[in-house]
C-alpha cells in the first residue's frame, strides 16, 4: 500500500523539478518544442513542460575575449607573431542567429582575424607594424563587425597586444639601437670637446691681449719713468748722453742684483764691468742711428721710383 502511494509522489516530484528551470544574469537560453525552437528566455524563473519542450542551450551575453595568435610575414621578409585579443558579445536581439547560424564562433572569428593580419602586416616592414599596430587592430574590427553581424555577434574591441619577431631579428634591433645611441653619444661628445677648445682659444686670445697690453702700458710707463729721469739729470748739470748712459748702468746692476736675489735661476754668464753698459749705451744708438738711416735711404728709393 505504501509503495503504491511513494511511485506517484516521486513521479509528481519529478515532473515539477522538470517543468521549471533559471536562467541566470546575462544569460538566454533557447527553448525547442519537440525539436522545434519556440522562444528565447532570458534571466529569471521559467516554466516549461517535461518532455515535450527542452532547453537547446544556452548563450552568455556577458563581453568575451578570444586571442589569436598569427605568425605572417613583413614587407622586408620578417616573419613575426602577432597576437591580437577580440573581444566580443552575443547581441541581445540576436541570440536565435547567434545559437542556430553559427556552430563554433571562436573558429569563425579565428579565420577572419588571420585573413585581415595576413593581408595587412605583409604591406609594412617590421618597424612600421610596430608604429601602425592600431591600424592593424582597426581593419580586423571592420572585417569582423561586418561579417559577424550576420551572426548576431558585435566585435567590441580588438586590441593588437603583442608583436614578437624572430629572437635572431630582436637582436639585431637591440644592437642597431645600442649603435645609434652610442652615435649620438659620440656626436655629443665630439661638440662638447670642440665648444671647450673653441672657448679655450678664445680665453688664451683674450689673455695673450691683454697681456700685449700689459707689455705695451709696462714699456710706455718705463719711457715716460727714463724721460723723466733723464730731465731730472738735465737740470742737475749732466747732459743727455750721461744721463743715458748713468741710467743703463744703474739698471745693469738693478738686473743682476734681481738675478742674483732668485734662488731658482740658472746659471747667466753677463758682463760685469762699468765699460759694460756703456758699451751697451754706445751700440745701442749707433743701431738706432743705422736704422733711420736705412728708413730714410728706403723711402727716398722708393720716392724715386714713383716718381720715374
Given at each position: 500500500m505504501n509503495t503504491l502511494f511513494i511511485i506517484p509522489i516521486v513521479l509528481a516530484l519529478l515532473i515539477l523539478f522538470a517543468s521549471y528551470f533559471i536562467v541566470k544574469q546575462q544569460t538566454a537560453a533557447i527553448i525547442e518544442t519537440f525539436g522545434k525552437f519556440t522562444s528565447i528566455r532570458q534571466s529569471g524563473f521559467h516554466l516549461k513542460i517535461p518532455g515535450?519542450?527542452?532547453?537547446?542551450?544556452?548563450?552568455?551575453?556577458?563581453?568575451?575575449?578570444?586571442?589569436?595568435?598569427?605568425?605572417?610575414?613583413?614587407?622586408?621578409?620578417?616573419?613575426?607573431?602577432?597576437?591580437?585579443?577580440?573581444?566580443?558579445?552575443?547581441?541581445?536581439?540576436?541570440?536565435?542567429?547567434?545559437?542556430?547560424?553559427?556552430?563554433?564562433?571562436?573558429?569563425?572569428?579565428?579565420?577572419?582575424?588571420f585573413d585581415v593580419v595576413r593581408a595587412e602586416v605583409p604591406k609594412m616592414k617590421l618597424d612600421d607594424v610596430f608604429v601602425k599596430k592600431d591600424d592593424i587592430a582597426i581593419a580586423v574590427k571592420s572585417e569582423l563587425n561586418e561579417a559577424m553581424m550576420t551572426y548576431g555577434y558585435d566585435i567590441i574591441k580588438t586590441l593588437v597586444t603583442d608583436i614578437d619577431p624572430d629572437a635572431q631579428v630582436k637582436e639585431a634591433m637591440n644592437r642597431i639601437n645600442a649603435a645609434d645611441r652610442e652615435k649620438t653619444a659620440a656626436q655629443y661628445e665630439g661638440d662638447a670637446q670642440r665648444i671647450l677648445i673653441v672657448e679655450r682659444a678664445k680665453a688664451e686670445a683674450e689673455s695673450k691681449r691683454l697681456q700685449g697690453k700689459g707689455i705695451a702700458d709696462q714699456r710706455r710707463e718705463i719711457a715716460r719713468g727714463l724721460e723723466e729721469s733723464v730731465e731730472v739729470l738735465n737740470r742737475a748739470g749732466i747732459n743727455s748722453q750721461e744721463a743715458s748712459a748713468l741710467i743703463v748702468i744703474t739698471q745693469h746692476y738693478d738686473t743682476l742684483q734681481s738675478i742674483g736675489g732668485d734662488t731658482n735661476s740658472n746659471l747667466i754668464l753677463l758682463p760685469n764691468n762699468p765699460n759694460a753698459a756703456s758699451s751697451m749705451l754706445t751700440d745701442m744708438v749707433a743701431s738706432f742711428a743705422a736704422t733711420n738711416q736705412i728708413g730714410e735711404s728706403m723711402k727716398a728709393a722708393k720716392s724715386k721710383k714713383i716718381k720715374e
Open positions: 515535450v519542450q527542452r532547453i537547446a542551450g544556452r548563450l552568455s551575453l556577458k563581453i568575451q575575449q578570444l586571442d589569436v595568435i598569427i605568425e605572417t610575414k613583413t614587407k622586408d621578409d620578417v616573419f613575426v607573431k602577432i597576437k591580437v585579443s577580440v573581444q566580443y558579445k552575443v547581441i541581445k536581439d540576436k541570440v536565435y542567429d547567434a545559437f542556430y547560424k553559427l556552430d563554433y564562433p571562436h573558429d569563425q572569428i579565428t579565420s577572419y582575424v
